[in-house]
């Protein structure tokens, strides 16, 4: 019972994620510049010094081509090469978020934000809707985390560095985003939504046929 509960549940979650991102794109589409944006946009931008710009960059580094790819390929490697090689295939399928998110944003196809409304620092290619940073980072550092919390034989040196690491980098990558002047408020709200979206489908197939072999610690 608490098993059909517990899927119950989290169908109904992902159904109600799935439905937010769409009405959150559709309005996106039809209003690609709003008023709440411009004003959130320049509220976290009040704040600015050259340190402030040098750590925003360096939250995101880990979202830009080709160091995305590296770090997951790095990170997979990593694992593979302990002996987790399920866990590195996953691991691996995180790449493919990257062919998702530019379906969406050549769909939506909204502008990205300029000097005329906000202070630009990182001037970036494609479109803004939703972010590709901070969806990457839901998905990939979310998955790290899962792995983290659920798997009985990674040491636990290990898990106090990652998990918190992992976490500090999703709580920031949308601030981060907003105040380099990337992305819209609203950009990083779909990135997110987006992330967990993708994150379901991983850690069904992760848990549904997991291994049940314990495997040598990281």
């Known amino acids: 019972m608490n098993t059909f509960l517990n899927r119950n549940t989290l169908i ?55 160091f995305s790819l590296l770090s997951v390929v790095l990170v997979a490697a990593v694992f593979y090469w302990q002996k987790y090689k399920r866990e590195a295939l996953f691991i691996s399928t995180v790449l493919l978020s990257g062919l998702i998110i530019l379906g969406i944003k050549n769909v939506i196809n909204r502008p990205r934000p300029t000097a005329f409304y906000v202070r630009l620092v990182e001037v970036n290619r494609f479109q803004s809707y939703p972010s590709g940073h901070v969806l990457s980072y839901t998905l990939f550092f979310g998955f790290l985390i899962v792995l983290m919390y659920t798997s009985k034989t ?47 489908p991983l850690c069904y197939f992760y848990f549904r046929k997991k291994q049940v072999n314990p495997s040598p610690g990281l």
């Open 12 to 66: 109904f979650i992902l159904a109600l994620l799935i439905a937010c991102f769409a009405a959150l794109s559709f309005f996106i589409a039809q209003h690609p510049i709003l008023p709440f944006d411009i004003k959130f946009s320049l509220f976290i931008q009040q704040c600015h010094a050259d340190w402030l710009d040098k750590l925003m960059l360096a939250i995101s580094f880990f979202g830009e081509l080709p």
């Open 154 to 200: 990674i040491p636990e040196r290990t898990k106090n560095i990652v998990t918190p690491l992992s976490l500090f980098l999703i709580l920031t990558i949308a601030p981060s985003r907003i105040y380099l002047g990337a992305h819209w408020f609203t950009d990083t709200v779909g990135g997110f939504l987006l992330g967990l979206i993708c994150l379901f």
